[in-house]
């Protein structure tokens, strides 16, 4: 009914018009993606599009963006790192790749968290990202500008990254569509920084997008040769799931109780499912969901089985020069000198503390093997839980420093290797997004794909920010 370059002229404008607003949209080549939407044109004007062009290309002339961590030819790739202010990606990342390869366009990339290690977008390199729904709010992290600029419909598909719930906050606050795949699916490679050691088996690439029905086809793409193992040409039967249902994480003294409207829409989620499916919803309390920040904590910073040890976040930091000293970067910054965010620095003194208390990590990792196996027994292969993706809806700038540890909610189920998939639930009464965190056992990730797609159409899906 258009033509590429018609679709890719109207995701330029919408991008001209917000960005000033949102400043999610950190680098753009939209030259470049409109020379490539005449490409798509002329193609299609030469041969009729059929089948074999639609498997071949899945994604041909559909716009998607890139979180700044991953390498896109031709664009940044800093992190937020002021030493790498100046690199420029001259490959690009394996999943980019591929989705350039099934024909999506690349407008740009968008803005991070410094070294994608705190759940508020902003660097010293691009400043701070915000929220489509309020301006004063922010937009997650580590792959907020992603979750911002899909929220504020000005883009369709991207990817996104997650080790502690960097997917699935940027989706919840913003609105939209997430999916951590199971472990060892989906490739790393070509990100800053990747993971090293245990973290590995921990950090998972995703995709990220406004409607659900594109996750299950972003994922193939994305995950190539690794699809295999995922079951996604199995037929899912609702009716046939097993659901659980756990309102908080017990209460940890560590994070915020859970917002009523987040509760609310959770109950009217149960009911609705137990009304249309004649299912019932199993409530269950997991004790040990309590310590979610200790365990994940304990766990990213244990030995993987070869004795290596997890790599330093000061190191990282440095970028291959000298490590940074957290507490020198402090007092530079007290005074307005450091090149390095607040949350950075912070993160560097308290990974030192960590450290000193090898043996309560030990009990906290043992603790944590102890869950997966409890969260497999639960789960089986026919479970989904539905569980809250964030104490609360997009907090106020800054204010994630007060309740730092909050990420707990998503973090968890990185160190257990289990699919989530974040699926938005309509606006709250301050018109900001709610959603939750759909998880199921390894490698069953069609079943969180399938229920996602069932309460879009229930509850549906992505709000336009400028509705209200």
């Not at 559909?62 to 100046?86: C, D, I, Q, Y």
């Not at 799931?241 to 959770?266: A, T, Y």
Request: with cysteine; glycine share 10%; charged share 20%.
């Amino acid at each position: 009914q258009v033509s590429c370059v018609e679709v890719l002229e109207a995701y330029v404008e919408r991008n001209r018009e917000v960005n000033a607003l949102t400043n999610a949209l950190v680098r753009d080549r939209f030259e470049e993606a409109l020379e490539e939407a005449r490409q798509v044109d002329k193609l299609l004007a030469e041969g009729p599009g059929d089948d074999a062009l639609e498997e071949k290309l899945p994604f041909l002339g559909v716009p998607v963006t890139v979180k700044e961590a991953f390498a896109l030819h031709g664009m940044p790739n800093t992190s937020g790192l002021v030493s790498r202010r100046n690199v420029i990606a001259t490959s690009d990342a394996a999943v980019v790749s591929r989705l350039k390869q099934a024909g999506a366009i690349p407008l740009g990339v968008t803005n991070c968290s410094e070294l994608c290690m705190w759940y508020e977008s902003s660097n010293r390199v691009y400043g701070r990202t915000s929220n489509p729904y309020d301006l004063q709010r922010i937009v997650g992290g580590s792959s907020g500008g992603e979750g911002c600029v899909l929220g504020a419909a000005c883009s369709v598909i991207g990817v996104g990254s997650d080790i502690g719930g960097s997917i699935r906050m940027p989706a919840f606050f913003n609105g939209v569509f997430g999916h951590k795949p199971t472990t060892g699916v989906v490739p790393n490679d070509g990100q800053f920084p990747n993971a090293q050691g245990v973290r590995t088996s921990f950090l998972c690439t995703g995709p990220m997008c406004r409607y659900a029905e594109d996750l299950e086809p972003m994922l193939r793409v994305m995950a190539g040769p690794g699809v295999r193992k995922l079951k996604l040409d199995e037929k899912v039967s609702l009716e046939k799931i097993k659901f659980h249902c756990m309102d908080h994480d017990g209460g940890s003294i560590f994070v915020s109780p859970v917002d009523k409207e987040i509760l609310q829409m959770q109950k009217k989620v149960v009911e609705h499912m137990e009304g249309e499916l004649g299912i019932q919803v199993q409530r269950v309390a997991i004790h040990k969901m309590k310590y979610s920040f200790q365990i994940w904590s304990a766990m990213m910073s244990s030995s993987d089985s070869d004795g290596q040890e997890a790599q330093l976040f000061t190191d990282l930091l440095g970028d291959h020069g000298k490590p940074v000293w957290p507490l020198w970067e402090l007092i530079k910054w007290l005074v307005g000198m450091s090149s390095h965010t607040f949350p950075a620095i912070a993160l560097g003194l308290t990974e030192k503390l960590v450290k000193l208390n090898s043996g309560g990590n030990a009990k906290l990792v043992s603790m944590g093997k102890s869950l997966q196996a409890e969260m497999e027994t639960l789960l089986g292969p026919d479970g989904v839980l539905l569980y809250p993706s964030h104490p609360t809806v997009a907090p106020k700038h800054h204010s994630p420093l007060c309740m730092p540890f909050n990420f707990a909610y998503t973090a968890i189920f990185n160190v257990l290797g289990l699919p989530v998939t974040q699926c938005p639930l309509g606006l709250n009464s301050e018109g900001l997004p709610l959603g939750i965190q759909l998880v199921a056992g390894a490698y069953n990730d069609h079943l969180t794909l399938a229920v996602a797609r069932y309460l879009e159409k229930a509850f549906g899906g992505w709000v336009f920010p400028g509705k209200a």
